[in-house]
């Protein structure tokens, strides 16, 4: 009976602490070319003081140019597209145009972990943490969930409908990547996807780069997939990147397949829009852990060079599709990134 009691005492305490709700911060450390550190609820005040707020760093140059949107952690458990953000926002320096970057662009699932993929999660488990050493001394980055905390918003519908009334199943309703383009009065993992929209609106941001992962066996593994309006753009990184050593599929988004971001970000704003996909060991049926960095077939410097090479390859074709550039510098070459990843963050 004791331990029944003291059982219920730690899930009332746990839920009573998720429920006072305050954005995550992260241990994320902004090199010089960092112009400004915005929130997401600068453009949707809704989400102000919630657990899906989260920090927008800009990096502006001089010149005037294009502007474009980095994001990463819709799903926090897809680390490489976080640890790639990272690299752009400690070591790069914008001399034309502006980029906004998103870390973690779900944060609520970053305070918990889940492995579950296609079922509803049966516990809530707290998240994970990489620990490394940087130039500046020992790091932490969280490692969490695919989907928003299940105390951080109602419980699951049995089904969850899409705004163009595409069915999901319930527990999808936390997935980012299935709310686009979200609702300004609905849950809390749409209202994040609504701020995010309102951001591109807002700036007036050209193209929209969602950094993502894969299982190794996944047909998504190693792809680009494009908003139809930029596949010819998508073809031409594609081939620029084999020739550097790169190697990605190319794939259109799906017009049945509603709620992901390289589709409704093309759809509903003027941007173009991209989605990246490495492949994560710690996303197969029988990973071992909640993530995989020493992987002789997938090292995590691989996949994080490969977000990292693609964006900047995409860049490069600003110009050509949209009349403006953005310029970068500052960015490690790939034996960098081979010889101690870790090293490069400040």
């Not at 300004?184 to 992962?213: C, N, P, W």
Request: aromatic share 10%; hydrophobic share 40%; net charge negative.
């Amino acid at each position: 009976m004791r331990k029944q009691f003291c059982l219920i005492l730690i899930i009332i305490i746990a839920a009573a602490v998720h429920s006072i709700a305050a954005p995550l911060f992260h241990d994320v450390r902004p090199g010089y070319g960092v112009t400004q550190i915005k929130w997401l609820s600068d453009y949707f005040e809704p989400l102000k003081g919630t657990w899906g707020d989260t920090r927008v760093y800009v990096l502006e140059g001089k010149e005037p140019g294009a502007n474009v949107l980095l994001l990463s952690g819709t799903h926090t458990n897809e680390i490489a597209g976080i640890f790639a953000s990272m690299i752009f926002i400690e070591k790069a320096t914008v001399k034309k145009g502006k980029i906004f970057i998103i870390p973690w662009a779900n944060n609520s699932a970053a305070t918990w972990s889940s492995v579950s993929y296609d079922k509803p999660e049966n516990q809530i488990n707290p998240p994970v943490y990489i620990n490394f050493a940087s130039p500046s001394g020992p790091r932490t980055i969280v490692v969490g969930a695919r989907r928003t905390n299940p105390l951080h918003q109602e419980t699951d519908p049995a089904t969850y409908t899409h705004v163009s009334g595409v069915e999901f199943p319930g527990y999808e309703a936390r997935n980012l990547d299935r709310v686009h383009p979200g609702r300004a009065d609905g849950t809390l993992t749409e209202k994040i996807s609504y701020g995010l929209f309102e951001l591109v609106r807002k700036e007036k941001i050209d193209m929209v780069v969602d950094l993502h992962e894969a299982g190794t066996s996944s047909r998504l593994a190693n792809m680009l997939i494009c908003n139809p309006k930029n596949l010819d753009m998508g073809a031409m990184v594609v081939l620029d990147l084999e020739f550097e050593g790169v190697y990605l599929k190319l794939e259109q988004s799906s017009e049945e397949f509603r709620g992901l971001s390289h589709r409704e970000f093309g759809d509903h704003t003027d941007a173009l829009s991209f989605l990246i996909e490495t492949p994560n060991p710690s996303q197969n049926s029988d990973a071992k852990s909640p993530y995989t960095i020493e992987d002789p077939q997938f090292p995590l410097w691989r996949r994080v060079y490969t977000h990292v090479k693609t964006f900047l390859k995409l860049c490069d074709y600003l110009q050509d599709f949209t009349g403006r550039s953005v310029l970068i510098e500052g960015i490690p070459e790939s034996e960098k990134f081979k010889e101690n990843l870790f090293l490069l963050y400040n």
